[in-house]
């Protein structure tokens, strides 16, 4: 039988999951994710969890497509609220909001005992990014790819503080990835036009001025060095 084949953000979720005992798929839909981590011997079990009846059903039709139903536990919960799931050894959660995901972390403290995360928000991913350096996570990588037209960003994560943190930006860098100056880009325009709004509304405390500042000044930095290649 064949294997599955995952759309271009998965893929890039599931190239980041390292070789596990079991892996949890928060927010599953359709379950293609923990399929694929199965067939490529990548865990040895999985479990997939989403707060709504339809998705499971259909990630279960997905796992006995492929003949591998009774290697999931399937599981009806509100992110990361259900028994034993510190069972899994990673946790990826894609395809919500970054303020959803923060919600979920925020939830569930004994991530921060060492658990790996694989982590693509939909929305907000500078607050989310935000929140994991200011909650003892730990970015450790992060990766870029275009899925039907969008660009997708993928984190991954360790469940304990670092002793220096990076920008995402600066993990793309090192990696060299192809979509960083396009990131950039639209970052650089982005954080500007916020800044203007800022400047205009004359109430904004000076420190939240100070922060979009620097801000715009490691992506400028960034981006000269993006231009180097």
Known sequence: ??????????????????????????????????????????????????????????????????????????VQ???????????ADVITIAGMGGETICAILAATPWLRQGKRLVLQPQSKVQELTDWLWHNGFTIEDAALCRDAGKRYL????????????????????????????EHLTEEIRRQTHARAGMALAKQTPAAELAAIDARLSQLQTCLKEVQTW
């Open 77 to 87: 919960a509100d992110g990361l609220q259900f028994p034993d799931a510190q069972a």
């Open 154 to 181: 993928a984190l991954r994560v360790l469940g304990q503080p670092a002793g220096q943190t990076y920008t995402v930006e600066q993990l793309l860098l090192r990696r060299r990835d192809p979509l960083l100056p």
């Open 1 to 74: 039988m064949d294997s599955i084949r995952l759309s271009p953000r998965l893929q890039m979720v599931a190239d980041f999951v390292p070789p596990c005992a079991c892996a949890a798929d928060i927010g599953t839909d359709h379950g293609y994710l923990p399929v694929w981590l199965l067939q490529n011997g990548v865990v040895q079990t999985a479990i997939a969890a989403d707060i709504h009846v339809g998705p499971l059903a259909n990630a279960r039709k997905s796992a006995a497509a492929y003949d591998l139903e009774e290697r999931v536990r399937f």
